[in-house]
């Protein structure tokens, strides 16, 4: 378990590199973004205000621009922070998606919780969500509980209602929650 992660992010192309920042909440650990190649994002007239999109993804956010060194010591500094328990903007955070899948998140994450911890690297909510979409390392990993079926049941059942429900397979409405969720932060912080 990382004690901090550094996820280096291009300024310029925003929208596509937030999706991994998605799975770093889902996964609930602490880190830091840097906003790599800043200045070409000044350049081009853009305007991010990255405090407040820091706030909204529950992690500190540091312009930077490696090539020329600047921001770095400010990045080292806030890691240390992060670190240490000193940066107001760690917090817990989870994307918000619709109530079907909630109720599917809460269903197996209730299930997968009753067996106590489960996992000590990952919490139970991105385990949960890798299992409905059928991620195959996650379900390895998890396969070795004797619980194991009991979670498959639960897992198709909510698959099953969500593809009912929303008329697409698990994977496809998640990863639109999620572009979604980095839309709207996006209009509220990028101009």
């Known amino acids: 378990s990382p004690d901090v992660v550094v996820k280096v992010v291009a300024a310029s192309n925003l929208e596509r590199n937030l999706y991994l920042t998605t799975e770093l909440i889902d996964m609930d650990c602490s880190t830091v973004m840097a906003l790599n190649m800043y ?9 991010l205000d990255y405090d407040h999109l820091g706030s909204m993804l529950g992690m500190p956010i540091v312009p930077t621009v490696s ?18 328990n000193r940066a107001p903007k760690v917090r817990h955070t989870h994307i918000a998606y619709t109530s079907v ?13 009753s067996e106590g911890s489960v996992s000590e690297h990952f919490s139970t909510r991105y385990l949960t969500l890798k299992m409905l979409e059928g991620d195959k390392e996650i379900e390895k990993m998890l396969s070795a509980n004797p619980r194991y079926p009991q979670w ?17 397979d698990i994977e496809t409405v998640i990863a639109d929650q999620k572009y979604g969720f980095i839309d ?6 990028y101009k």
């Open 101 to 113: 899948v909630e109720n599917a998140i809460e269903a197996l994450e209730t299930t997968i919780k």
């Open 152 to 168: 498959v049941e639960v897992r198709d059942a909510q698959v099953a209602a969500i593809k009912r429900d929303m008329g697409e």
């Open 39 to 47: 200045d070409e994002l000044e350049q081009s007239g853009a305007q």
């Open 67 to 84: 090539r020329g060194g600047k921001g770095i010591d400010k990045l080292l500094d806030t890691i240390i922070d992060v670190y240490e």
């Open 184 to 189: 709207g932060a996006l209009k509220e912080t």
